[in-house]
């Protein structure tokens, strides 16, 4: 199992009502379009995955759904059309609804957005409100691509996870999660910011290094700098 997989499960699914299969496959998908981009340029989109009931109830179409009337069966998000499509549709304004049971529900959905009782990060938009206001108010779990290429995990309200679609920006990385570990995904290519799980007692939060082969060298990330809930990841001597 992945480094990212391992993370993936441990999302309690329960109030979504989603499959951790589906959750797996929309977060891959948030991560190519992160990486990939459309047309030469960086897009941004939320995706909210599971309780798709309440969330319909919460959201309404910006234009004419451009997926509604389509058999279910050529809905489904882990099909490679389905995914070309979303990405293509991804450039317009709002967002997917995605089932528990990994249909592609809806498009281009406006979500709505109340300031969850949750203290949300300095420095992200409009976007992650709306995705951490769906998440408390229906139980789903939003996945969110920024525009600056970082995927974010929200569910009841909080960042759960941030998922860098680069190695290498782990480096240069200041993480809005404020306990967090920091994890490589060698095999996928990916830096993984999750929060702190039970895991040896550390003076600060820590890296590992998992899912590949060869050494790298272990990251800090100083906390006390940039604002509490902020650090700078920088190497360790």
């Known amino acids: ?3 990212l997989q391992t993370i993936l499960d441990e ?3 329960r109030d979504s009502n989603a499959s951790p299969a589906t959750l797996t496959a929309v977060t891959d998908l948030a991560i190519e379009i992160a990486r990939e981009g459309r047309e030469g340029r960086r897009i941004g989109t939320l995706f909210a995955v599971g309780a ?18 389509h058999p279910i069966h050529e809905r489904q998000v882990e099909a490679p059309d389905v995914r ?9 304004d709002g967002g997917f609804i995605v ?8 498009a281009c959905r406006y979500f709505e957005s109340t300031l969850p009782q949750h203290q949300q ?6 976007r992650h409100i709306a995705a951490a206001s769906i998440s408390a108010v229906t139980g789903a779990v939003a996945v969110v691509v920024s525009e600056s290429s970082i995927v974010r995990l929200y569910a009841h309200g ?4 941030e998922i860098l679609p680069e190695l290498w920006l782990l480096h240069r990385y200041m993480p809005h999660i404020a306990e967090a570990t920091l994890t490589s995904d060698r095999t996928h290519n990916l830096g993984i910011v999750s929060e702190r799980t039970e895991q040896p007692t550390l003076t600060s939060p820590q890296r590992t290094d998992e899912g590949g082969a060869g050494t790298t060298s272990l990251l800090n990330i100083d906390t006390k700098s940039g604002g509490g809930q902020h650090g700078h990841v920088e190497p360790s001597e």
């Open 1 to 3: 199992m992945t480094p």
């Open 11 to 13: 999302i309690d699914l």
């Open 52 to 69: 798709e009931t309440e969330v319909l109830q919460h959201s309404r179409c910006l234009i004419l759904d451009p997926l509604a009337g």
């Open 84 to 92: 070309e499509t979303i990405k293509e549709l991804a450039q317009l």
């Open 99 to 106: 089932t528990g049971a990994g249909i592609a529900l809806s």
């Open 121 to 126: 990060p300095l420095g992200l938009g409009t």
């Open 158 to 161: 909080a960042l759960i996870t």
